[in-house]
């Protein structure tokens, strides 16, 4: 069973202010997704990543995964208070030749963003 | 149009009765899912369905019974409702299986 660790738990900052939130696991895997949920909603996509050291930008957020494809990062500049939200990282383990494709879920961020 | 939807939105029931949960998706996806959100925000999968047919079934009691009438839909029925039941349940749908996952609003289910 893989390990996969999302950290800090929870986060609080001002309105400008920078942050990184890092998910990490012991296992390799073949992509990674990080989704956005806000209060009350469903999870929203927000990037995938494939390739080790492959580095994404989404207006201020950038997205890094690890070289080993291991563990990934995102990084925020200049936080708003929309950014608030539970950011999940979701690395995907494909089983070649069989048809177990599954996501697992990390236990999040949970991020606030004070005006 | 809403890409995913979920009916109801809301479930409040006693112990021990059933319920369902509907799910539909308009993007043409092949894939389905249900999770479970517990109130740690915990995200945590417990079956997936691909072209009607079931390919993931986490260890979820078997009070459980997803079924998947064509593509577009997939239903939760859960038998004899526990305290324990009580989360919230999203619905998704990806191209393929393991793809980029496109979520439902959430049922969110209170068990007196």
């Known amino acids: 069973t893989q390990l996969l660790e999302q950290s800090p738990q929870f986060l609080s900052i001002q309105e400008g202010e920078n942050l990184t939130v890092y998910c990490n696991s012991s296992?390799?895997?073949?992509?990674l997704q990080w989704y956005r949920q806000e209060p009350g909603e469903g999870p929203v996509l927000l990037v995938t990543v494939v390739t080790g050291g492959e580095v994404k930008k989404l207006k201020r957020l950038t997205f890094q995964f690890g070289d080993a494809r291991k563990d990934s990062s995102l990084h925020i500049t200049a936080a708003q208070p929309g950014d608030t939200g539970l950011y999940l990282c979701?690395?995907?383990?494909?089983?070649?030749?069989?048809?177990?494709?599954?996501?697992?879920f990390g236990k999040g961020t949970l991020l606030t963003v004070n005006p | 149009d809403t890409a995913v939807s979920q009916t109801p939105k809301y479930l409040v029931t006693q112990m021990g009765n059933d319920k369902s949960i509907k799910c539909e998706q308009n993007?043409?996806?092949?894939?389905m899912y249900w999770y479970k959100q517990d109130s740690k925000k915990f995200l945590k999968i417990m079956f997936s369905?691909?072209?009607?047919?079931?390919?993931i079934n986490e260890t979820v009691p078997n009070r459980f019974s997803p079924k998947s009438p064509d593509k577009a839909h997939l239903n939760l029925h859960i038998n004899s409702l526990e305290l324990g039941d009580s989360a919230v349940y999203f619905c998704a749908s990806s191209i393929i299986a393991g793809g980029s996952q496109f979520f439902g609003p959430g049922t969110r289910l209170t068990v007196l």
């Open positions: 296992s390799v895997f073949s992509s």
């Open positions: 979701a690395p995907n383990n494909l089983n070649s030749g069989g048809s177990n494709y599954k996501l697992t």
């Open positions: 993007l043409g996806h092949d894939t």
């Open positions: 369905y691909n072209n009607k047919e079931l390919i």
